[in-house]
């Protein structure tokens, strides 16, 4: 019996006897030596036994359970009703709390003043009509039930004994469920407050909110001669009207949001201070408040004061204002040649510029603020002085210090075209000592600075200047010598003498 096979190596196809079956030969083709393996035995199937017993049949799994396209269909139907439901509620919900409020088609009335306080009744009140609109929603928790009749509003708040002399702080709270009758539109709870104007006077209204924003509307009798909206995200309002007769006004003060939440209101008469004349080196720390005129534009600036200040010439100056209080940023504006230079402060609430005017003369400065704001604040105007080379001056034993030299042209000039030189010096506590700058022929100026940088002591005169100054502690101060140069310049002398 023959062996078929390939070599493993060419794959050639070799027919070799059987008695070569575990030995090992050589491909004819490709030289590559290789085992005959000798070809496997028949298998042959075994008898069964008659006595054993035949195998038990396996039991096939239960069929899985698969979806049906009906219920698939069913899941997806109901998915979408769902989504339309949650949409068709977003719209609701924003028709019924941001959307323009609805107006009923019957008012209520103002009821006469009755012992208790003076209160609104709706004297005629038909079944309540709402305007058609797919996006509005009757929900009892803003709407009035038509068959319900309206009920009698809350009593006013009175401010006690307002003359329209005096400034008025009011805090309030709206109190959930106080719905709008339709009188006022629907806005949602709302606070009222009944205050006497005075005909010829103008007011100033400034209302706050705090996580709402206040609406502010005013009420002569049944008519509104006033209605304002608070700016977003500052949450302030502010208003100015001037009544045409003396009697009592209604103030309504409701929310976009339609939730309660407090405010603080502030009313005063107007009042425009005279502007400051201000002077250099000198912090002013003063208040916007709600009394002062302001602008409100398209900017919504706040109150605003006014400052008067005398510049010089190609000089520079360094303004600084600095808003104290909790979010508010001030503005500060600078009349110039006919325009406003505008400026704003930082995230830090300051503001810090360097202006150097046009020409000399009296310059309008004003603070205001943004979004309505009221605030303490800070303003400091200064002289930005260039940087002066010092000399460092000593007294001897005797207590005096004699120098003597020329200005150049590198000197700066400083106030008065003068040529200025810097020195400084120690002085000791309760001594007194004399300062003497002069230059013949010339206009010559001296200044004492005490270690704190601030102006203590200064004179000006023809040929010589003189200083005494008692020191009021030891430290280090600075003396200015300065001097107009003549055509003829000459050295120029300082001397410091300590008195006894």
């Known amino acids: 019996m023959a062996i078929s096979m390939n070599c493993p190596a060419c794959l050639a196809f070799f027919e070799l006897p059987d008695d070569l079956a575990g030995q090992q030969v050589r491909c004819q083709q490709c030289r590559q030596v290789f085992e005959v393996k000798a070809p496997p035995a028949p298998v042959v199937a075994p008898v069964p036994a008659a006595e054993a017993p035949p195998p038990p049949k396996r039991t096939p799994p239960p069929p899985e359970p698969t979806a049906s396209l009906g219920w698939l269909i069913a899941t997806l139907l109901l998915f979408v009703l769902g989504l339309f439901g949650i949409g068709a509620f977003s719209v609701a919900w924003i028709a019924t709390h941001l959307g323009a409020p609805l107006q009923s088609t019957r008012p209520i009335h103002l009821a006469e003043q009755d012992p208790d306080g003076v209160r609104f009744k709706d004297k005629r009140v038909a079944k309540d009509r709402f305007a058609k609109d797919d996006r509005a929603l009757r929900d009892k928790g803003f709407f009035l039930d038509q068959k319900k009749p309206a009920e009698a509003v809350r009593p006013v708040e009175i401010f006690p004994a307002f003359d329209g002399s005096a400034l008025v702080n009011a805090r309030a709270n709206f109190p959930a469920g106080w719905i709008d009758h339709g009188k006022w539109g629907n806005d949602g709870p709302y606070s009222l407050h009944r205050i006497r104007l005075q005909q010829g006077k103008i007011y ?223 002085l000791e506590q309760g001594r007194k000592y004399r300062i003497e700058m002069s230059l013949p022929n010339a206009s010559s100026s001296v200044m004492v600075f005490d270690p704190d940088q601030k102006r203590v002591a200064e004179n000006q005169g023809l040929g010589s200047a003189v200083v005494t100054y008692t020191a009021p502690r030891s430290g280090t101060y600075a003396v200015h010598a300065g001097a107009v140069l003549p055509k003829n310049q000459q050295p120029y002398q300082l001397r410091v003498t300590r008195l006894p």
């Not at 705090?210 to 502010?238: C, H, Q, W, Y």
């Open 204 to 426: 100033n209204f400034h209302v706050a909110g705090f996580n709402i924003t206040p609406r502010l509307r005013i009420f002569d009798g049944e008519a509104s001669v006033a209605d304002k909206m608070g700016v977003f995200p500052a949450r302030r309002l502010m208003i100015s009207y001037e009544p045409k007769r003396t009697a009592d006004y209604l103030i309504h003060i409701t929310t976009q949001e339609r939730f309660a939440g407090n405010f603080t209101m502030n009313i005063a008469p107007y009042n425009r201070p005279v502007p400051v004349a201000a002077i250099l080196n000198h912090p002013y720390q003063h208040r916007l408040r709600v009394e002062y005129p302001f602008n409100i534009g398209a900017k919504n600036h706040g109150p605003t004061r006014d400052y008067e200040v005398t510049l010089e010439a190609d000089r520079e100056y360094l303004f600084n204002l600095d808003a104290h209080g909790f979010n508010w940023k001030p503005v500060m504006q600078i009349q110039e040649n006919g325009r406003t230079l505008e400026y704003v402060g930082d995230f830090n609430q300051r503001i810090q510029i360097s202006y150097r005017p046009p020409a000399a003369g009296k310059y309008k400065l004003a603070v205001t603020s943004k979004d309505f704001a009221l605030g303490d604040y800070t303003l400091r105007m200064v002289q930005k002085l260039p940087t002066l080379q010092t000399i460092l001056a000593g007294l001897d034993e005797n207590g005096d210090y004699t120098d003597r030299r020329e200005f150049g042209g590198s000197d700066p000039r400083l106030a008065g075209n003068r040529s200025t030189k810097a020195y400084v010096i120690s």
